[in-house]
Nanobody, 128 residues
């Protein structure tokens, strides 16, 4: 089984940057993809970005394209989410999640139910 620990959140002014980390341990050889989701108070958990574990092909939700970059460090099995040009509407708890199934349809990455393992979440607050 894979375990995920996400970190790197904080308080930043609009226009600023943060880098989130998701450290994966355990049976990572079964992992097919890792994604970041976010959840604002009173709202559902929404897809942000995903990366395929082996090919490192990436996918993004439209509102973060050009501002956020997801990447993977093969040396230590850590997935990063670099967030630039942050906006107040990016404020949320950010969760990383791992999938052990291969999804050819990228719409499956947008579903929280596609991911079996979750990190504990890290708060990102963007002030205006």
């Amino acid at each position: 089984q894979v375990a995920l620990v996400d970190s790197g959140g904080g308080l930043v002014q609009a226009g600023g940057s943060l880098r989130l980390s998701c450290a994966a341990s355990g049976r990572t050889f079964r992992t097919q993809a890792v994604a970041w989701f976010r959840q604002a108070p009173g709202k559902e958990r929404l897809f942000v970005a995903a990366i395929r574990w082996n090919s490192r092909i990436t996918y993004y939700e439209d509102s973060v394209k050009g501002r956020f970059t997801i990447s993977k460090d093969n040396a230590d099995n850590t997935v990063y989410l670099q967030m630039n040009s942050l906006k107040p509407e990016d404020t949320a708890v950010y969760y990383c999640a791992a999938a052990d199934r291969y999804y050819s349809d990228i719409s499956d990455f947008h579903k929280a139910s596609s991911f079996s393992t979750w990190g504990q979440g890290t708060q990102v607050t963007v002030s205006s």
